[in-house]
């Protein structure tokens, strides 16, 4: 992050008085239930967020050689994304044209040096996704009249940041989707990051709980308070909302121990834990001394599949450092398993009760109010009145 831009944030800090409070935005929110619970509203979110907006596929890092690949599905829609012997990445729906497999794994990363093929009857497709043969087929298909080429998919990449379109080809504005929060996740370098590991998990709870979770500092008081409240001050964060996305940063709280520094030498990285929520489906976070990605993909509208990944700066990591890594990415994967998201499967179960039907966001929870409230404009604009 640059210099100017954490001095800045500091002095926001600096000048929010007791408690933070200057932090706050100022009206709370009420938001129904409902948008956790409907599986009408999910349809909405899926056709509006996740099958027509760009959403964010992964870092550069994890698609380095030429042939590497990873799938994922939005919306349904199930995508590979395959680097290409020029550096160049091609999107395409990752199903055969012959009778609809599966070309590789869903939710699968790998390597295919020279071709991608079929594992149900063998159709072999050049790594652009175009048909390269039909082995053993003979002149079997010698009449079929149609295309037999991979459908093609936006796919954009920036910043060290890899975006997809999973409903169509039309080239993806990365800057216009990251309507300014390119300014920080620029400065972050990524694209020098090295992926050390990727776990999933599904989870009994709609998308949106998963993603609140990281929005507000509110409850580390609380429900962290045998693990983390001790080193993190949980009063409010530093939020700033870019279009439909946004910035939470998590403080330490000796974070004002820096502002009795000469004001050129600030600097808030030791202090932050900043998040980037790229609505809808990913949260890029810079800690300290690495990155790491939540991604988010709904099942139905209770169960959410993540991944979460644990990145390092590059060029190399070596052995003792990637075990340093592991063991934060395993005590991160501790907390939000065992403290977050037991409590958040709980709330979902709540709420499908049917027993109260509004929550309130409160000034201190700016970030969940921006997060609901550019999700429920996107499904109210995609629904038809
Ligand atoms: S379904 Fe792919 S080769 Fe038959
Ligand atoms: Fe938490």
New binding site residues.
């Given amino acids: 992050m640059r210099k100017e831009r954490q001095i800045e944030l500091l002095d926001r800090v600096g000048a929010s008085g007791e408690r933070f409070a200057g932090l706050h935005v100022p009206a709370t929110m009420v938001n129904e239930t409902s948008c956790y619970t409907d599986p009408a509203n999910l349809e909405a979110e899926q056709r509006a967020l996740f099958r027509g907006g760009p959403v964010f596929f992964a870092l550069s890092c994890e698609l380095r050689q030429p042939g590497a690949y990873q799938a994922a599905t939005f919306g349904g829609v199930p995508l590979l994304v395959v680097r290409q012997g020029d550096g160049s990445l091609r999107a395409m729906v990752n199903i055969?044209r012959?009778?609809?497999?599966p070309l590789v794994p869903p939710m699968s990363t790998g390597h295919r040096p020279a071709a991608i093929s079929?594992p149900?009857?063998?159709?072999t497709y050049e790594l652009d996704g175009r048909l390269r043969a039909r082995p053993m087929a003979g002149d079997a298909f010698s009449d079929v009249g149609v295309s037999c080429d991979l459908p093609a998919r936006a796919v954009a990449e920036k910043y060290g940041m890899i975006f997809v379109r999973a409903d169509d080809a039309e080239p993806i504005d990365v800057d216009g989707f990251l309507s300014g929060a390119e300014d920080d996740l620029g400065a972050f370098d990524l694209d020098g990051y090295v992926h050390l590991e990727t776990r999933e998990n599904t989870w009994d709870m709609n998308w949106k709980l998963i993603l609140d979770t990281f929005t507000e500092s509110y409850h580390i008081r609380t429900l962290h308070k045998d693990s983390i409240a001790p080193a993190f001050n949980s009063d409010s964060v530093i939020y700033e909302g870019f279009g439909r996305h946004l910035m939470s940063i998590g403080l330490r709280k000796n974070v004002l121990d820096e502002l009795a520094k000469p004001r050129e030498e600030w600097s808030i990285i030791p202090y932050g834990t900043m998040q980037y929520f790229l609505v809808p489906n990913a949260l890029v976070v810079h800690q300290l001394d690495h990155v790491e990605v939540w991604r988010v993909e709904p099942i139905d509208v209770n169960h959410t599949r993540t991944r979460t990944s644990m990145y390092a700066p590059g060029p190399e990591v070596t052995e003792k450092a990637e075990r340093y890594f592991i063991k934060n990415l395993d005590l991160l994967l501790s907390v939000t398993g065992t403290e977050d998201f037991p409590m958040m499967e709980q709330i979902q179960a709540n709420m499908e009760s049917g027993a109260i039907d509004r929550l309130v966001y409160g000034k201190n929870e700016a970030p969940l109010i921006h997060f609901h409230t550019a999700i429920n404009e996107a499904v109210a604009a995609a629904t038809p009145s």
């Fill in positions: 055969c012959h009778r609809g497999a079929c149900y009857h063998a159709w």
